[in-house]
């Protein structure tokens, strides 16, 4: 099947800094990508959703300005988390669709100390 | 909004029993739902998914029914295995879209552990 990957699979930083997190599809164009926030015990939660080329759709309660989304390619889209703080640290998974289906990446685990 | 409810895990059996996980939803209109499964260090995969009322979802030996008079689709197999140890997912789309999905809202997972 479609495989997706993240990059790094863990971070763990400093309060106040930035942390940008890869997602690419290995050997399909995503025509859209999804970002999600996943807390202990509690389901994924969307994040936003990108378009190559275009501006990403947030979901409401997502600051755009602290999680910046970028679509810079069909196979590459990429989650900035600004001056992140301890309340940011979270799994966060990206997803990537085409024609025929969503298939997800296995993640990156956040820890801000 | 929409949502999806499933039991809650951890679920733990003996290999060869029978796996029921519960999952109820709450949407508008005729949604899709899915089972997705999460294999340690790994990305969720689609599972089964069924797209109307009365289908039935299989794969692997795992099958789900949608019951639109229930808003349930239970995830069920007969014998597992300790290779079906996982966190499972139940999801429903808000799109009758074949295969992938559109905004998709899951539950909060339930993990499954199989034992010798």
């Known amino acids: 099947g479609a495989v997706v990957s993240q990059h790094p699979s863990r971070v763990i930083c400093k309060s106040g800094t930035s942390v940008k997190i890869e997602c690419r599809s290995l050997?399909?164009?995503?025509?859209?990508m999804f970002w999600y926030r996943q807390f202990p015990k509690q389901s994924l939660m969307l994040m936003a959703t990108?378009?190559?080329?275009?501006?990403?759709?947030?979901e409401q309660g997502v600051e755009k300005d602290k999680f910046l989304i970028n679509h810079a390619s069909l196979t590459l889209s990429t989650l900035t988390v600004t001056s992140a703080h301890p309340e940011d640290s979270s799994f966060y998974i990206c997803?990537?669709?085409?024609?025929?289906?969503?298939?997800f990446g296995p993640g990156t685990r956040l820890t801000v100390l | 909004g929409d949502s999806v409810t499933q039991m809650e895990g951890p679920v733990t059996l003996s290999e060869e029993a029978f796996l029921t996980i519960n999952c109820t939803y709450t949407?508008?209109?005729?949604?899709?739902l899915f089972w997705y499964v999460q294999y340690p260090g790994e990305g969720l995969q689609l599972l089964l998914k069924?797209?109307?009322?009365?289908d039935k979802g299989s794969n692997k030996g795992f099958e789900a029914t949608y019951r639109k008079e229930t808003t349930s689709f239970h995830l069920e197999k007969g014998s597992v295995q300790v290779s079906d140890s996982a966190v499972y997912f139940c999801?429903?789309?808000?799109?009758?879209?074949?295969?992938?999905?559109?905004?998709?809202?899951f539950g909060t997972g339930t993990q499954l552990k199989v034992e010798l």
């Open positions: 997803s990537a669709r085409d024609r025929r289906a969503q298939f």
């Open positions: 050997d399909f164009q995503a025509t859209t």
């Open positions: 990108s378009n190559e080329g275009s501006k990403a759709t947030y």
């Open positions: 949407a508008t209109g005729y949604p899709s």
């Open positions: 069924a797209t109307k009322a009365d």
């Open positions: 999801a429903l789309s808000d799109r009758r879209v074949t295969g992938g999905g559109n905004k998709l809202t």
